[in-house]
């Protein structure tokens, strides 16, 4: 009986607040109550999902009727109803005036067509395709040529292939009239040379031939193992006629 009593007193004591203490439980149960409950009532109502198909009515009930229709949801949030506006719709074709609409069309560049004997770097660069770097390759091997007598001589540069030079057909010819020819029995060593179709191993020979053979034919160098009959069907557009 006296440990009963005992822990009676005991409960009593610890439960035992004074005035201040007390309050300050109130305000503490106060405060924790408005943190929970308050924001509830500050937010805004949740709209709920849209109903997309009493929207699609509306919208073609104003395609029927011309007029202005505004949409309203009934959304509920707990035991408070509310209501959403969507923008209002209005028929294109009660709008004052009219739009003639017409799809933007890119204009196409017009077709340029040079000739690739005269045709500067500047120019040649107007061709799809034909940046600054191809275009000074191009021309300084049209120089080292005398000049092109067919678009297909492109394909000797490197890194232009059949698929380039089909491209750019359209937009380049040729006029073989303008090529600067080459007399191979007075051209100096040098000028055979730099000819992209003969160096310098074959102007060495012909210089030798000449020595016995003053008049250089093109099956003479053939017959004479100084070029072969490939480069020697290349020069005959670039031989000059004696």
């Known amino acids: 009986m006296k440990k009963q009593a005992a822990l009676r007193k005991a409960m009593i004591t610890l439960l035992r607040f004074t005035r201040d203490e007390q309050m300050g439980l109130i305000l503490l149960f106060i405060l924790v109550l408005t943190v929970i409950f308050v924001p509830r009532f500050m ?7 849209l109903n997309f198909e009493e929207l699609k009515r509306h919208i073609d009930n104003l395609e029927q009727t011309g007029e202005e229709v505004t949409y ?7 035991n408070r109803a509310g209501s959403y506006s969507a ?24 077709e340029v067509i040079l000739d690739l004997n005269t045709a500067d770097t500047t120019e040649l660069q107007q061709v799809r395709g034909i940046g600054s770097y191809f275009a000074r390759r191009i021309v300084d091997y049209r120089t080292r040529l005398g000049g092109y007598v067919h678009i297909g001589q492109l394909m000797e540069i490197n890194g232009i292939d059949e698929e380039r030079v089909l491209r750019w057909q359209k937009q380049l010819k040729v006029n073989p009239s303008v090529v600067n020819k080459i007399d ?11 000819h992209p179709y003969i160096g310098y191993y074959a102007a060495r020979g012909i210089i030798s031939f000449r020595k016995m053979q003053p008049v250089v034919t093109l099956d003479d160098l053939v017959q004479n193992n100084i070029i072969t009959e490939d480069v020697a069907k290349r020069l005959v557009p670039y031989q000059a006629t004696n």
């Open 43 to 49: 937010l805004p109502p949740d709209p709920g999902p």
């Open 184 to 194: 191979l029995s007075t051209a100096t060593e040098e000028e055979m040379r730099r």
């Open 87 to 110: 923008p209002a719709f209005r028929r294109a074709d009660t709008v004052r005036g009219s739009i003639d609409y017409k799809p933007f069309v890119r204009p196409e560049a017009a």
């Open 72 to 78: 309203r949801q009934t959304f509920f949030s707990g």
